[in-house]
């Protein structure tokens, strides 16, 4: 039973960080999941098969190991305090693929490891924007004009 509690728990961060409620998920599912079948898996209520959990995944966007409660927990740790940009994921989309390229697999990559697929911003920290900064060829202050003169920096909240 913990088991199903822990996955459970996942299931609804995963929910949260998309900024969907229960209905939300069924409004947007067309009715394929159902708000108190999604609520039982989140409360560990009922179990979910490994065919369902899959679908939930693709739904969600999310891959199906950050639903399991083996994975890495140090995927999903806060942020550092650090300083950062905070890139929006939907600006990020429309910049013409041979310029976004790399930035796009980068914050791919950094939703994998922390487990965070809200879909709408994600922050990059210091240490990410060096690593940028090597693969754009660029210092991180030149980058980071880049990145604000293409539209996809946010300001911090």
């Known amino acids: 039973m913990e088991y199903a509690k822990a996955?459970?728990?996942?299931?609804?961060?995963?929910?949260?960080?998309?900024?969907?409620?229960?209905?939300?998920?069924?409004?947007?599912?067309?009715?394929?999941?159902?708000?108190?079948?999604?609520?039982?898996?989140?409360?560990?209520?009922?179990?979910?098969?490994v065919q369902r959990l899959s679908e939930l995944a693709d739904f969600y966007g999310v891959p199906i190991e950050h639903f399991l409660p083996e994975a890495d927990e140090s995927q999903h740790s806060a942020t550092d305090g650090t300083s950062r940009l905070v890139i929006d994921l939907e600006r990020l989309k429309e910049i013409r693929a041979v310029?976004?390229?790399?930035?796009?697999?980068?914050?791919?990559?950094?939703?994998?490891?922390?487990?965070?697929?809200?879909?709408?911003?994600?922050?990059?920290?210091?240490?990410?924007?060096?690593?940028?900064?090597i693969i754009y060829d660029e210092d991180a202050d030149d980058l980071t004009r880049k990145f604000t003169d293409w539209g996809v920096v946010r300001q911090a909240e």
């Open 7 to 49: 996955l459970g728990s996942r299931l609804r961060a995963i929910r949260q960080q998309q900024g969907l409620s229960l209905q939300g998920v069924e409004q947007k599912s067309g009715g394929r999941w159902k708000a108190v079948v999604i609520g039982s898996y989140e409360r560990g209520d009922r179990a979910v098969t």
């Open 99 to 133: 310029e976004g390229a790399p930035l796009a697999r980068y914050v791919s990559t950094i939703q994998a490891q922390r487990g965070d697929y809200n879909g709408r911003v994600l922050s990059i920290r210091e240490d990410d924007l060096r690593n940028l900064s």
